[in-house]
């Protein structure tokens, strides 16, 4: 069964960088799909962040691209995300998912909720 | 990027009655639309990709229509296993965006 679980600090302060971690067990990473990011946010607008593909290339959200990286330890097969320069407007709920490409997300972590607060 | 109106915001339903979700996107998708639910606590779950066609073990009660810009998820026969969050998603151009979301409870 593939499962997908999201980890990292539940606070970070306004400026500072807000890191997440995205374990998953059941495939392998490097094996195909790609690996995103989705937030949502108070109120429930879910913003699409970014995908590290398998093959290691990225794609980013315009929106943040500035501000965000995505990558990856194949050998613990996780994949990472930092946001740069947080604001109290990143406080959502971080989500891990796999993307199959032009299609759809068929596996989501349970997400991780973070506040953006001094 | 590709805007997806949702409607309606919320909705309340019977047990037993036939329930219908909207979207809307700013521009033509070629069925390039998922849905998705979400349960109270729990992560997403797919419903439906490609406009209509149902993910497996997804029960028949639940099904996608629609085409250009204009797509719907009908659940025929409300159960009170339904009750939850459900929201769109176009995959037609990145970046990928989602609709506002249906909060569908039993009336």
């Known amino acids: 069964e593939i499962q997908l679980q999201e980890s990292g600090p539940g606070l970070v302060k306004p400026s500072q960088s807000l890191s997440l971690t995205c374990s998953v067990t059941g495939y392998t990473i490097t094996s195909g799909y790609d690996w995103s990011w989705i937030r949502k946010f108070p109120g429930n607008k879910m913003e699409w962040m970014g995908y590290?593909?398998?093959?290691?290339?990225?794609n980013y959200n315009p929106s943040l691209k500035s501000r965000i990286s995505i990558t990856r330890d194949t050998s613990k097969n996780q994949f990472f995300l930092q946001l740069n320069s947080v604001t109290t407007e990143d406080t959502a709920t971080y989500y891990c998912?796999?993307?199959?490409?032009?299609?759809?997300?068929?596996?989501w972590g349970q997400g991780v909720m973070v506040t953006v607060s001094s | 990027d590709i805007q997806m109106t949702q409607s309606p915001a919320s909705l309340s339903a019977s047990l037993g009655e036939t329930v219908s979700i909207e979207c809307l996107a700013s521009?033509?998708?070629?069925?390039?639309l998922a849905w998705y639910q979400q349960k109270s606590g729990k992560s997403p779950q797919l419903l439906i990709y490609a406009a209509s066609r149902l993910q497996d073990g997804v029960p028949s009660r639940f099904s996608g229509s629609g085409s250009g810009t204009r797509y719907s998820l009908k659940i025929s026969g409300m159960q009170p296993e339904d009750e939850a969050d459900y929201f769109c998603q176009q995959s037609y151009k990145y970046p990928l965006t989602f609709g506002s979301g249906t909060k569908l409870e039993i009336k």
């Open positions: 590290i593909s398998y093959s290691g290339s990225t």
């Open positions: 998912a796999r993307w199959r490409r032009y299609n759809y997300f068929d596996y």
């Open positions: 521009e033509g998708i070629s069925n390039d």
